[in-house]
């Protein structure tokens, strides 16, 4: 059996062509091209065209039998009801509905409420606040077609408005109590009137059409598997969708992902639940991780410092470093306030920028240690922790990420794990087994924590969390700093 699976990132198309006899796996990558100004809102139809000519290529000259869609969560775009743009998308960097939020966020009593319905905060990464700016701003939203990329790709493919209750979780317009769309939610947000794609189980598929066949190069009628969010397929393609297992992947964004029973909804607000494709997430997540270091290389070295040239300026013995606060892109959680900046604070002229850029490294870390303290008090401490991500092209920063955290970690080895994931969905959905040799890592390497910089790198973790008491906007709903 062959599988091709279709992923439309944050950055890049990416194409993973798996054969079940010959256990052959083949990946392709290419970095979109986006126009306009703004690269956090982007054009369906060129995105859906550039990874639909990627899977031709990986296609070329094979049999597929299945094919699987993985692609970003939080995206919005409002479509006519054939497909033409009343909007381009609005993928998750896209804040514009920040101040908004925040005037929401000053009543408690609705944040609670909407953060119990759906398992997302007040919070300007949502469609749910997207569509609101948007009707504010004056449009009609009647009869609008309401999808993100990975929906629209996915009836471009099938001509089906359909979408997976995992996709559609990272809305804000899900029920957290059932499985549908929270009218309530849409009538209390002034949205009557939007058409939201059909809801779907993970492993439910669509054929082919004609037309999209040939534009993929392969059979029409081929199934095509329901689309399903790439932090989702993260969990799935690292096998970690039992309870208790813990996914952190550490790329543009930081994610932190526990695989749980049931929905798990924070007394402080402070963490998200979503549906993974197989069961429910409690997780959090951060803003800024890879993008605040690449922006620091970029500033403090012009960008053409690699990894590897960077590291012998690293160290990891006691030091006095400036203090900083990740938040280029706002935050997420614990504290959810997406008018949040970042920057340095106790910056000393005898920094140097190798001082500066380790703290960048250290506030990331921090960050998401913040964001890992909320889940463990909420759910327990996981029984494995799996990390992935842009971190691992750094030594120096694995280990600090083990040493900051203080346990054990597993080495994921899997470079695509979401694209990993939709192809296990494939498979899922075909009836064959997903435990495929060329898909599973029989044994992971670990990386094991120092404690003696543990105790230290406690010191000045409360010195990250008084600079985070000491820079917060003036609201925040979810007392995130404690």
Known sequence: MLILALEASTTSAKTMLFDTETQEVTVRTRRFVIGGEDAAVREAEGIFVQLIQLGAEAA?????????????????????????????????????????????????????????????????IYPAFKLMLLARQGMDLTGGVVMDQNSYTFARLTGRRWTSYSQASGTGLLSTSSDDWDHEVIRRLGLDGIELPELHDGVDTAPLTAQAASMLGVAAGTPVVVPAPDGGL??????????????????????????????????????????????????AAA??????????????????????????????????????????????????????????????????????????????????????????????????????????????????????????????????????????????????????????????????PDLARTRRYAAEFARYLEGYARTSPAEDVSGGAA
């Open 60 to 124: 070329a000259g094979r049999s597929v039998d299945m094919v699987a869609l993985s692609g970003t969560w939080h995206g919005l775009t409002v479509r006519e009801p054939d497909l033409s743009p009343i909007t381009g998308v609005q993928e998750w960097p896209y804040t514009g509905a920040q101040d908004l939020c925040a005037d929401l966020r000053a009543d408690q009593e609705f944040t609670r409420w909407f953060y119990e319905r759906t398992g997302c905060m007040v919070n300007a």
């Open 234 to 283: 993260n969990q799935v393609g690292e096998d970690a969708t039992e309870p208790g297992r813990m996914t952190f992947s550490m790329g543009t964004s930081g994610a932190l992902r526990f695989a749980v029973g049931g929905p798990s909804l924070s007394p402080r607000m402070s963490t998200w639940a979503y549906r993974s494709p197989t069961g429910w997430l409690s997780g």
């Open 287 to 448: 803003s800024g991780c890879t993008n605040c270091v690449d922006w620091a290389k970029g500033q403090l070295f012009g960008g053409a410092m690699t990894f590897d040239q960077l590291e012998p300026m690293l160290s990891a013995r006691e030091r006095d470093l400036p203090l900083f606060m990740p938040f280029l892109f706002g935050e997420r959680c614990p504290g959810w306030q997406d008018q949040r900046r970042g920057g340095f604070l106790e910056l000393h002229p005898r920094h140097s920028r190798a001082d500066m850029y380790q703290s960048v490294l250290h506030g990331v870390t921090f960050s998401l240690l913040h964001c890992y303290r909320e889940l463990t008090a909420l759910n327990g401490e996981p029984e494995r922790i799996i990390l992935s991500g842009g971190v691992l092209s750094s030594p120096f920063w694995t280990q600090l990420t083990a040493d900051v955290f203080g346990v054990e970690m597993e080495i994921s080895a899997l470079q695509h794990s979401s694209t990993v994931g939709a192809v296990k969905m494939g498979l899922r959905a075909a009836g064959v087994e997903s435990a495929q040799p060329a898909l599973t890592e029989a044994r992971r390497s670990t990386i094991t």
